[in-house]
């Protein structure tokens, strides 16, 4: 997770929204994303989708079970689909998001047998995200 919690620091230096994401296969990170929406003017360009295209490439495959997801941000239900979609086999996220995470509106919209693991490093994510939106507003 502190991989993935880099991957985001990136994104707010670039001022994106702060969220960083790497998929790790056989205890070695194959794939690195961050939030990039602004920058490629594309509203999937999300820290999730850019890692998940990134593992399928290095990996030459369109499925990921044997791969980790981490995430700073839990993924929007987008992300979740793609995720699905992926059959990655282990989630793992930081802070919760409340208003688009899919746990809420879509809460088995990842593969029934992706593992979920929530709150890794959940307070630094936040607090990045805080941040971010403080220094937006000002």
């Known amino acids: 997770m502190n991989e993935a919690f880099k991957q985001a620091r990136i994104a707010f230096e670039e001022g994106e929204i702060p969220v960083g994401a790497v998929i790790v296969s056989k205890n070695r990170i194959i794939a690195k994303g961050y939030n990039q929406t602004e920058k490629l003017t594309d ?7 850019i890692a998940i295209t990134s593992a399928a490439n290095y990996l030459g495959a369109k499925y990921l079970p044997d791969c980790r997801l981490y995430v700073t941000l839990e993924p929007c239900v987008m992300c979740a689909g793609a995720l699905f979609w992926s059959q990655i086999g282990e989630v793992y996220f930081g802070a919760a998001d409340p208003k688009r995470g899919f746990h809420l509106s879509a809460p088995n919209s990842l593969h029934p047998k992706t593992k ?22 000002k």
């Open 43 to 49: 509203v999937t360009a999300h820290a999730e989708m």
């Open 116 to 137: 979920v693991f929530s709150g890794i490093m959940a307070e630094e994510s936040e607090q990045l995200l805080l941040e971010f939106f403080k220094k937006l507003r």
